[in-house]
């Protein structure tokens, strides 16, 4: 809607890949991008599953430590040490994908969907990808191969950097 | 009464805005969407949205439990 020409820019790195973590990013990019922004979203290390052609994301308790989940009335504290019982990840995972859908959040499918119409730039990281050892045939359509250096290009021209 | 509705009512942040965008898009200049939601912090984001990409926010109101908002397509 603003001119191309005095567009501002964003950039963010995304390095995480658990479900909620998903989330700021594409949030972020989708928003950005409809309020004429010009997007660019470098996927590394965990950050990078993120485009895989299918997403199995799930969420750990682990290194939550202050995630609380809304629970008959009342929040109920998920600590670390209960992501060592067999199968709580699951049931967490469950929980949030369930309110997910109560509270009409979008689903990452559905903003990475809205990322890519909106002309989102997406760099997948090379390193990345030879380090876990996939291929672009792994990937959803659109994202570009690059390393640092494509991302500085554009972060010294964006007139926002996140690194989430 | 604006040129076009948008439900946007049980979704949450950015879906309005994002569903917004959209439908402004295929709005010819100077026309009117009226945007219907529930989510409390779509308020402060329509005025942010419209000051960013320089739209008119005609009108922002409560009505019950729904929020209006008529954007003029100017961006």
Known sequence: MSSEANAKSMSLIVTKGTLDWAYPPFILATTAAAMGLEVTMFFTFYGLTLLKKKLDLKISTLGN????????????????????????DGIATAMMKNLIKKKGVASIEELREMALE????????????????????DMIEGPALGGAASYIEVATRSDINLYI | MADQILDAKGLNCPL????????????????????????????????????????????????????????????
Request: aromatic residues 6%.
């Open chain 1, 118 to 137: 909106a002309d989102v730039k997406m760099i997948a990281c090379q390193m990345t990808m030879d380090l876990f050892e996939y291929t672009m045939d």
């Open chain 1, 65 to 88: 430590p202050a995630m609380q989940m809304p629970m008959m009335g009342m929040h109920m504290a998920l600590p670390n040490l209960v992501s060592a019982v067999p199968g709580v």
């Open chain 2, 16 to 75: 309005p805005i994002l569903r917004a965008k959209k439908a402004l898009k295929e709005l010819p200049t100077g026309g009117t969407l009226e945007i219907q939601a529930t989510d409390p912090g779509a308020v402060k984001d329509f005025e942010a949205f419209c000051r960013t990409t320089g739209n008119e926010l005609v009108e922002s109101r409560v009505d019950g439990k729904t929020y209006i908002f008529v954007i003029r397509h100017t961006g």
